[in-house]
């Protein structure tokens, strides 16, 4: 299996039920793999004795998974060359965007933004998905209320009181479709006002912010976090003071207090990023700042770090003059975030499992935060790494290194694309690296390749 599991770096992971959702699982993992570019034309695949061997399947079911491709196109088969992806057809090799982005699929995916999606808690979901399709009412089904399903407020209500320190009244919170539709309803609602957000700062929220009638305006971040003293006459300010977001910065205890003193002395509101903020790994999670000038702030959270993205669910927890508003901007912009997907996670934090998840999650990012110390050593720059899904690695040359990590098959990110003015020349360069997205088998090899990326 030389040009395959090692050389290709294909990671098949497969979460199947016995029998044929085994075969059906070893399908789509291939084909994704051949469509996505992991596997390309001509790699030759194992022997269907060894292919089960290696993933705890029968024979039978590897060569029926085999047969099923062959007959599709994706694979072909020859008496003495054994089995191999095939040339894609027309239909799967066009030209344009998308086939290129196939084209360049990394080896081993390094960048930020994204948890562990294979550690979804697919079982607990189902239980309490289970349990709150049988409890539901009939009216579940029909139109809602803007604000969202009053179970998932009141169950985020009592989580977000104690695992973040929130001042959360069910009344006062918004159920979104996740962390960018928060922002894009308050900047509505602030109506043009100027919105000043961190430098660096991750770039598609400035444009959220732009896109819907914001003028967004750069404020620094040091060693210490957001600078409060340069946020001028500023409406708004957007920051993310458990983790800041890409350099890892938490924010200060007396810029903390220094943002509040600013909010009430100038009637400005601060707009609280708390995208992992359950994942601190050197003590207890730092409170969110909401907890200190609830009038002040609008926090906003999300379940696509702790559960994932695909599940577009998030909440605002608002001071009391902007609720109405926010829920008419909503109610205007998709009536209400969709119903069952509110019912389930409300059930899952009720019954604990959901705090349960995170635990489990903290100390598996927790290994991996660990097990990217030990292979890099801590003299090589690596910051911010108390908390969250990524680190801030410090180079001297950003575009030497990307190619570096282009030609090893590693996708990363960079410090130079988060700036507000990324052309500039005085800037610190650094590479962001996201330890959330590979799965477990393939996290060793891709710490390898940011070693040898980075030459050592």
């Not at 604000?147 to 006062?172: C, Q």
Request: with cysteine.
């Amino acid at each position: 299996m030389d040009d395959f599991w090692s050389g290709a770096g294909v990671d098949l992971h497969l979460e199947t039920d016995a029998g044929d959702g085994r075969r059906i699982g070893l399908e789509r993992a291939l084909r994704d793999a051949i469509r996505d570019g992991r596997l390309t034309p001509g790699t030759r695949l194992p022997a269907t004795r060894r292919l089960a061997a290696d993933l705890g399947v029968s024979r039978g079911t590897a060569k029926a998974a085999y047969d099923q491709l062959v007959a599709e196109g994706y694979l072909t088969a020859r008496q003495g060359s054994g089995t191999r992806v095939a040339e894609l057809p027309p239909a799967l090799d066009a030209s344009g965007p998308q086939a290129a982005a196939h084209a360049r699929a990394p080896r081993f995916d390094l960048r930020p933004g994204s948890p562990d999606v294979g550690a979804f808690p697919a079982a607990a979901w189902l239980r309490a998905l289970r349990r709150a399709i049988a409890t539901a009412p009939s009216l579940a089904y029909d139109y809602g209320d803007p604000r969202g399903r009053v179970e998932l407020r009141t169950a985020l209500s009592g989580y977000l009181g104690r695992a973040r320190g929130v001042i959360a009244p069910p009344e006062r919170i918004v159920i979104t479709s996740g962390y960018v539709q928060g922002l894009a309803l308050l900047t509505r609602v602030l109506d043009g006002a100027t919105v000043a957000m961190e430098d660096p700062g991750l770039p598609f929220h400035r444009e959220v912010v732009r896109h819907n009638g914001g003028t967004v305006r750069p404020v620094p971040v040091d060693a210490r976090g957001v600078r409060p003293e340069e946020l001028g006459d500023a409406a708004a300010v957007v920051v993310t003071p458990a983790h800041q977001y890409p350099t890892g910065v938490t924010l200060h205890p007396e810029r903390r207090r220094a943002l509040g003193d600013w909010a009430r002395a100038r009637g400005g509101l601060i707009v609280e990023d708390d995208y992992d903020g359950e994942f601190r790994y050197d003590r207890q999670p730092v409170g969110a700042l909401q907890g200190m000038a609830p009038g002040h702030v609008v926090y906003l959270g999300t379940a696509s770090k702790t559960l994932g993205p695909g599940l577009r669910l998030g909440w605002m927890v608002l001071p009391p003059h902007l609720v109405d508003p926010v829920a008419d901007a909503k109610l205007h912009s998709d009536h209400h975030t969709e119903t069952i997907g509110q019912l389930a996670l409300a059930e899952l934090i009720d019954s604990h499992a959901y705090d349960r998840h995170v635990r489990a999650c903290r100390l598996r990012y927790r290994r991996r935060r660990d097990q990217l110390l030990d292979r890099l050593g801590t003299a090589r720059g690596v910051r911010g790494i108390a908390a969250g899904l990524h680190a801030l690695i410090d180079v001297p040359d950003e575009a030497e290194a990307l190619a570096r990590a282009e030609a090893e098959g590693l996708a990363l990110g960079s410090l130079s694309d988060h700036w507000h003015t990324p052309s500039a020349t005085d800037r610190p360069q650094g590479l962001v690296v996201g330890y959330g997205t590979p799965r477990e088998r393939a996290y060793p090899e891709a710490l390898e390749a940011l070693a040898k990326v980075l030459g050592g």
